[in-house]
């Protein structure tokens, strides 16, 4: 373990802040997230000096740990919770597994049980996937439909991720490129422009247990429901990447997905990238640098931001900002329906579906109320309710007992649906979103409330607290596909000498780093031929 990583991203300040102000930097970059140390680390080892400023007590962004139950052994990935899209490329170039990163594949997939006390289960091993389905009922024709569905979305990853050129590491490619790529195929075209979540799973299955089981990787982080266009892209970008030479599957990170920070702030670090925490910038100044709250100008010749667009919306003069632009980042869509329920546990919960198993701890868990009743949620929500009608449960200690006490565990549920502005505040109705988590997971393992010792709630208002994402939207805004590819941000704003790196940028959100490799490239490119 690095030492980043033994103190849990509080690294402080390297040198006094005189001394910082004294230099003139290359770059600097605005918040310490995983894509702004990734484009730091870049920015470092091509030789460029490098100053990272982090407004919080620790780095990682979303992607850090923290202790927020009184027992403090309990150590907690507050918003980011398992691994399966960060890129290989910058795994490899970074050398983050000899910088502690260690990756545990989830087994199963897939858990979700039925409130007839059955359970879906999709295994790393495909053919004990079969054996389930063919165990649970379900017809010929309905076990050949989600073989079909699911090789959909990997040859349409194949084709984006794995063909001539990566998608993902260059610029934006555009629509009739996309098609191109894909052949024109109609369906894989749908899925990447057009169609719900639920228009797929029409197409392949007719059961409705399957498409109950299946939607809910549609609509992860995004202000929709399951029936509304665009939720297919959802899920294809989720199924994009690989892990531990996989491809589309998701894993645990040993000590917490932290640890993939603390690996890449090690790696800019040994680069030459200074980084520091406990500052917080107030001003981007185009051409000259950056003013930290207290009044300390800072010199670079670029700006570097992985704060989300509003965020460098606030801190650019008005009349910097070209007034398309501002429009473009003042209209992005950063509403968000995710709320979070992180708790420490005494013990794990039986499942009806699996009386006295823990393997499903081993795995990711989706507990829902189905696909119509998920639609249903989603408009309460748009109407300013909470409706937590589906929740996807990561068990960190079930791979990793690291981060509890001996015997405990630690249980996050990615929650939709709550919305930002929660009808009466969420100080007032905090405790009844929480009901609703534990009637959710309660129904399918109904001793549940008696395995909690300590939990948190973070709806959108408090992610935004917590780790200063605007809206509390977990990808720094939608990822359907009216934002996606060149419908979002490039790295080069339209003000010059000011880039963005953050999970705004092409190729989307979740923990990839690519963005900010990404943004590292047109750096670099900039500075070696100026604009």
């Not at 991720?161 to 590491?169: I, L, N």
């Not at 490619?173 to 790529?181: I, K, M, N, Q």
């Not at 931001?305 to 980042?329: F, Q």
């Not at 990711?364 to 309460?380: K, S």
């Amino acid at each position: 373990m690095n030492d980043i990583a033994a103190r849990l991203g509080e690294i402080g300040l390297p040198a006094p802040v005189r001394d910082l102000a004294a230099r003139h930097w290359d770059v600097v970059v605005v918040g310490g997230g995983h894509n702004g140390l990734t484009c730091a680390a870049y920015l470092a080892r091509a030789g460029r000096s490098v100053l990272v400023l982090e407004a919080r007590e620790r780095l990682g962004g979303a992607a850090t740990l923290d202790r927020p139950f009184p027992d403090r052994r309990y150590v907690v990935s507050p918003c980011a919770y398992v691994i399966g899209l960060l890129d290989q490329t910058v795994i490899d170039d970074l050398r983050l597994h000899e910088r502690g990163l260690e990756v545990y594949l989830a087994d199963p997939q897939l858990w979700i049980p039925y409130d007839d006390g059955t359970a879906f289960a999709q295994w790393m091993d495909h053919e004990r996937t079969l054996e389930g389905l063919r165990t649970l009922g379900f017809s010929r024709k309905d076990i050949d439909g989600y073989v079909a569905y699911e090789d959909l979305f990997d040859r349409i990853r194949i084709k984006l991720r794995k063909g001539a050129v990566d998608t993902w590491s260059v610029d934006a490619p555009s629509r009739a490129e996309l098609e191109e790529l894909l052949g024109h195929e109609r369906l894989m075209c749908d899925v990447l422009f057009e169609a719900s979540i639920s228009d797929v799973l029409d197409e392949f299955v007719t059961d409705q247990r399957l498409k109950d089981a299946l939607f809910g990787q549609g609509i992860i982080g995004t202000y929709a429901g399951p029936r509304d266009p665009g939720t297919a892209a959802v899920k294809l970008m989720h199924f994009a990447g690989e892990v531990l030479g996989h491809g589309a599957v998701w894993g645990y990170v040993r000590g917490g997905m932290g640890m993939v920070s603390f690996a890449i702030a090690d790696a800019a670090r040994d680069a030459g990238a200074v980084l520091t925490t406990g500052l917080t910038v107030a001003e981007v100044l185009p051409g000259e640098g950056v003013r930290l709250d207290d009044g300390t100008l800072i010199r670079c010749d670029r700006v570097v931001s992985n704060a989300d667009p509003k965020r460098l919306l606030g801190m650019l003069p008005p009349d910097t900002v070209p007034a398309p632009y501002r429009t473009r980042l003042e209209d992005w869509d950063i509403r968000s329906p995710v709320v979070k329920f992180n708790a420490a546990l005494h013990r794990l919960p039986s499942w009806t579906a699996a009386p006295g198993e823990t393997f499903m701890a081993l795995g990711v868990v989706d507990v829902t109320t189905g696909l119509d009743a998920a639609q249903r949620a989603f408009a309460a929500c748009d109407a300013g309710e909470p409706a937590v009608g589906f929740g996807e449960i990561y068990v960190q200690t079930g791979h990793d007992p690291g981060p509890a006490p001996e015997g405990r565990h630690l249980m996050s549920i990615f929650g939709q649906y709550a919305p930002y502005a929660l009808t009466g505040g969420w100080e007032a109705r905090r405790t009844e979103v929480a009901r609703q988590f534990i009637d959710l997971v309660g129904r399918f393992a109904p001793d549940f409330e008696d395995c909690l010792e300590s939990y948190e709630v973070l709806g959108p208002p408090d992610i935004e607290a917590r780790v200063g994402l605007t809206g509390g939207h977990i990808f720094q805004g939608e990822v359907r596909p009216d934002q996606m590819w060149t419908n979002r941000l490039s790295p080069r704003t339209d003000v010059p000498g000011v880039y963005l790196c953050g999970a705004a940028t092409h190729p989307g959100g979740s923990v990839i780093a690519l963005n900010g490799r990404n943004a590292a490239r047109a750096v670099l490119a900039d500075l070696e031929s100026p604009r």
